[in-house]
């Protein structure tokens, strides 16, 4: 009798020592497969953002570029003897067109 409760236990300790191992393996492996998911859109988010900073400078860069040179020709065509002349009016246009973009 004392054998049989014995066995009984033991085959109730195994199945649930069964039970246990699965679910640690089972979420051990989903841990492991969303980890290394996220890990890499991470990464890919962080190349986006690195490619989309550098070309926003550099966009910024040749717009100040470009804004220049044409208010040095403007300088040139109206009046050479003022040489704020051509900075105020690209500027000014500069100013308009953001304005007008910045509403609603």
């Given at each position: 009798m004392e054998t049989e409760i014995k066995e009984e236990q033991n085959k109730e300790e195994s199945s649930s020592s069964h039970w246990k191992n699965f679910a640690q393996l089972f979420l051990t492996n989903l841990a492991s497969r969303i980890s290394g998911s996220?890990?890499?859109k991470i990464s890919e988010w962080v190349d986006k953002i690195k490619k989309r900073a550098i070309s926003m400078f550099l966009m910024a860069v040749g717009t100040i570029?470009?804004?220049?040179g044409a208010a040095i020709y403007t300088n040139t065509i109206i009046d050479n003897s003022s040489q704020w002349a051509g900075y105020a009016i690209v500027g000014g246009a500069v100013l308009i067109i953001g304005y007008l973009l910045?509403?609603?």
């Open positions: 996220i890990s890499d570029f470009f804004l220049v910045s509403r609603d």
